[in-house]
């Protein structure tokens, strides 16, 4: 009848200590104590060779990422030296052609990065940070191509039809409209920071474009849109839909404070000053909730900057400058101690 062993019991290995592990192996029995000098030896040997293994590869992979992004530079900028002298001489039809192709060529090498390691999913799972982040920059950069091509088309078109003046915007509105769609979706597939970059670019010049060709040229809708995009910025970002959350709120609170000065661009400067300093204190009780010091400079700016401008401006400068500032510096200091104040009531 066959006897059954009993498991050997596992033993951890510290990396950092060769004797310890050799102990505890003898501990174990696992290891005569007898050739404890030579079993220390030879694992001194194992762990030295792996950790100088370890940087040498991962200096491989560092290199082998730079030279795939410098042959992309070259590639594209191959294609716009060759393409530069014959521009002109080429139809819009080639043109968009040869350039959404460009833009479908970078896509398909996206994918082919992210194929051998499980697709995008897998890209998203984390563990291949060196391959996301070189697909994100092919689909960013097909993105880019994708917005160059509408906006080629739709100024042919505007061209064609004499409305350069009229319609001028809407060549602006196609480009960067389809590059918030695309890198949208970019960053679906491979969330990074360049995606993110390319999204916020898009939405930053979408916004007044889109203003402006509406036929509403005064800050009011263009601050109204940006303040929309801020807070769908940090909306996301709360929910953690975004990688970068601390990007995401930086970007958030750029949005919303820009959103609130554009009014000063409007006939009723005085919905600035209210929405100036109304973001910066709905960001202070943000930040009571969420604990992210973004939301604490965007309320420290927002009622520094809101308590001057609106002195100079209800006054008609009657004041001066001097009062102006002691307005911005007791509005500052004020800040400054809730700021104090919330940052004492966080937990360590």
Known sequence: MRTQTAPRPTVPVPASDPARAVTALEDAGLVS????????????????????????????????EVATYVGVAFVLAAVAVFLAPRWLDLGWVTRVAMIAGAGLVLALAG???????????????????????????????????????????????????????????????????????LAAAAYVLAPTLVAHAALVVGVGYTVPFLSQELGLHSGRPIGFGFLAAGVVWLVLAERDRWREGLAARLVGVGFLFAGAQAQLASDTRWVGYVLTFAVGVAAFLLHLTRRAWPYLVLGVAGVTVAVPEALIDWTEGTLGTAVALLGAGLALLLSGLLALRLRRDEPS
């Open 33 to 64: 104590p007898d050739r404890h000098d030579e079993a220390l030896a030879l694992l001194g040997t194992v762990l030295a060779s792996d950790a100088g293994t370890q940087p040498t590869a991962t200096l491989r992979r560092r290199l082998g």
């Open 111 to 181: 994918w082919g990065v992210a194929r051998p390691v499980g697709g995008f999913a897998a890209l998203r799972a984390g563990g291949h940070e060196s391959r996301l982040r070189l697909v994100s920059v092919l689909l960013t950069g097909a993105a880019g191509a994708g917005a160059a091509a509408a906006g080629v088309a739709v100024l042919e078109q505007v061209q064609r039809s004499g409305t350069e003046m009229e319609h001028g915007t809407r060549v602006g509105l196609a480009g960067f409209g389809t590059l918030v769609v």
